[in-house]
Nanobody, 119 residues
Framework: QVDLIESGGGLVQAGASLRLSCAAS????????MGWFRQAPEKEREFVAA????????RYADSVRGRFTISRDNAKNTVYLQMNSLKPEDTGVYYC????????????WGQGTQVTVSS
C-alpha cells in the first residue's frame, strides 16, 4: 500500500508560480516512478510530468516543458512540481501517482489538489 498526499494548490493570477508537493508513505520502494497528472473541468485527465526516485528518468508533457519542473527529495519521500508562468489553461485538479518502472499504468493515486489560474 502506498499513500500519496498532495498539497500546495491554490488560486493565483496568470504568470504566477506555485509549488505542489506529494508526500509518499508505505511501500514506496515498490513504486519507482512518481507522476503528476491534472484534470480540468469536463476534460480527460492528462499527464504532466514524471520522475524516478533513483534519478535518471524525467518526463514532461509538451504543454508544460520549460515552465514546470519536477523534482524529488528521497530523504523526505516527497516529490515536487514547481509551476512557473502559470496560464489559465493550467487550471485543474492536480494528482500525484505512483507506478513501478516496468509498468505503464499508475496504480496508486492521491486525492488531488486544486490549482486555479485566473486571467
Amino acid at each position: 500500500q502506498v499513500d500519496l498526499i498532495e498539497s500546495g494548490g491554490g488560486l493565483v493570477q496568470a504568470g504566477a508560480s506555485l509549488r505542489l508537493s506529494c508526500a509518499a508513505s508505505g511501500g514506496t520502494f515498490s513504486r519507482d516512478v512518481m507522476g503528476w497528472f491534472r484534470q480540468a473541468p469536463e476534460k480527460e485527465r492528462e499527464f504532466v510530468a514524471a520522475i524516478a526516485w533513483s534519478g535518471g528518468y524525467i518526463r514532461y508533457a509538451d504543454s508544460v516543458r520549460g515552465r514546470f519542473t519536477i523534482s524529488r527529495d528521497n530523504a523526505k519521500n516527497t516529490v515536487y512540481l514547481q509551476m512557473n508562468s502559470l496560464k489559465p489553461e493550467d487550471t485543474g485538479v492536480y494528482y500525484c501517482a505512483a507506478r513501478p518502472m516496468l509498468q505503464s499504468n499508475y496504480d496508486y493515486w492521491g486525492q488531488g489538489t486544486q490549482v486555479t489560474v485566473s486571467s
